[in-house]
């Protein structure tokens, strides 16, 4: 965190440090506080809520994409999980009614999409409560 002019001089003294070793970077301000509780750690849902799912082939992209989605929409993220195990690949889900889902998800998708990482998107509007112990 910091002002973004300094999170601006730091990412960019980090993109020379890595001489071209570097797939992405980028500076989002005003970044919502649900993005920081989602990175790392799962929520479990209402059993009676919609889940939406977004993955990317950016880290950076996921980020900025799951911040689009909580701002834009009434959704819960229930967890950003960042390239461990996902040959580099990102994901978050998030759930909330039917209509704010499928907001989150279409405002996500679109930062994804401009990127050019979109691996695909999906709203399940009931799914089987068994599904929120194997993806959450």
Not at 53 to 65: G, H, L, T, Y
């Amino acid at each position: 965190g910091g002002t973004p002019a300094a999170v601006t001089a730091a990412v960019e003294a980090g993109t020379a440090a890595a001489n071209g070793c570097l797939i992405d970077d980028v500076v989002i301000s005003n970044l919502h506080p649900d993005v920081f509780t989602a990175i790392g750690r799962t929520q479990m849902p209402e059993p009676n809520s919609a889940l939406g799912v977004v993955e990317s082939f950016n880290v950076a992209m996921i980020i900025k994409a799951a911040d689009a989605a909580v701002k834009s929409a009434n959704i819960t993220l229930l967890e950003i999980r960042l390239a461990m195990a996902l040959g580099g690949k990102a994901f978050c889900t998030m759930t909330g009614d039917v209509a704010s889902v499928e907001a989150g998800v279409s405002a996500a998708k679109r930062v994804i999409s401009e990127a050019g990482t979109l691996v695909n998107a999906v709203v399940l509007a009931r799914p089987h409560p068994d599904l929120y112990r194997e993806v959450v």
